[in-house]
């Protein structure tokens, strides 16, 4: 990435003077945030956020002289999506989340698309599966929920450009059976989940998310103080799985 970077130090520095045809586009940006992004390293992401801010801030209307010629590009969906994903690999799903926030806070000028998205709540997913068996309490799957419910949500009220990827529904079943948290919460996601799938445009084509959902309800319900609960929701997924 450093040699990406000076090539991109010189493009604007020649546009600067004078030779605007080497002026770097949006792409020429990208291609230096995807290789910092690559590296992984623990100074991969500050890096990728450090092009993005250039671009943000070249462009305020506050940061515009008048006369005063600009060489640095705006940035585009697909540079807020690398920088995320830089910060996705080093386990950050709160600056992933933030990431699409602010895109959301531009007003459509920089609209997030189903990537953006997706992103988030695998931010969310990795977060949970990564999180200690004694510290887990199924907070991060629920943000996971809460974002493909916003998805799904946004698909629905028409922007025909939004909509899940058929997985993502699977992911968060799957995440919240095999975290070791036992929260009531976890039963929520999941069955929130599971009548969304089946609502879609993806309903499940196999036993699987079933047999997760089945999972959550049998650890989330494991007390004996639950046993009529329990023995009501195997005999109604049951019957479910029946029918469908």
């Given at each position: 990435p450093l040699k990406s970077e000076k090539i991109l130090y010189d493009m604007i520095a020649m546009a600067e003077s004078g030779n605007e045809n080497?002026?770097?586009?949006?792409?020429?940006?990208?291609?230096?945030?995807?290789?910092?992004?690559?590296?992984?390293?623990?100074?991969?992401?500050?890096?990728?956020e450090y092009w993005l801010r250039k671009m943000v801030d070249k462009n305020r209307s506050e940061n515009r002289h008048q006369g005063e010629k600009n060489f640095i590009?705006?940035?585009n969906v697909q540079t807020y999506n690398l920088v995320m994903d830089a910060h996705f690999h080093l386990y950050d799903a709160f600056r992933v989340q933030d990431l699409l926030l602010e895109m959301?806070?531009?007003?459509g000028l920089v609209a997030p698309n189903n990537e953006s998205f997706s992103k988030v709540i695998r931010a969310w997913l990795n977060d949970e599966s990564d999180e200690p068996q004694y510290e887990s309490h199924g907070l991060s799957v629920e943000n996971a929920w809460r974002w493909l419910d916003e998805l799904l949500r946004r698909e629905k009220r028409?922007?025909?450009?939004?909509?899940?990827?058929p997985d993502l529904f699977s992911s968060v079943l799957k995440t919240a059976a095999r975290t070791n948290a036992r929260g009531e919460n976890l039963l929520?996601?999941?069955?929130?989940?599971?009548?969304a799938m089946k609502a879609s445009r993806f309903p499940p084509?196999?036993?699987?998310?079933?047999?997760?959902?089945?999972?959550?309800?049998?650890?989330v319900l494991s007390s004996p103080t639950n046993d009529k609960r329990r023995e009501e929701?195997?005999?109604?997924?049951?019957?479910?799985?029946?029918e469908d």
């Open positions: 080497a002026a770097p586009d949006v792409v020429s940006f990208n291609a230096v945030i995807k290789a910092w992004g690559r590296t992984k390293k623990a100074n991969s992401a500050d890096r990728c590009p705006k940035p959301d806070g531009t007003d028409g922007d025909v450009d939004l909509g899940p990827a929520i996601v999941g069955n929130s989940t599971f009548r084509d196999s036993s699987l998310p079933y047999t997760w959902l089945l999972e959550i309800a049998l650890k929701f195997i005999t109604g997924l049951f019957d479910q799985c029946v």
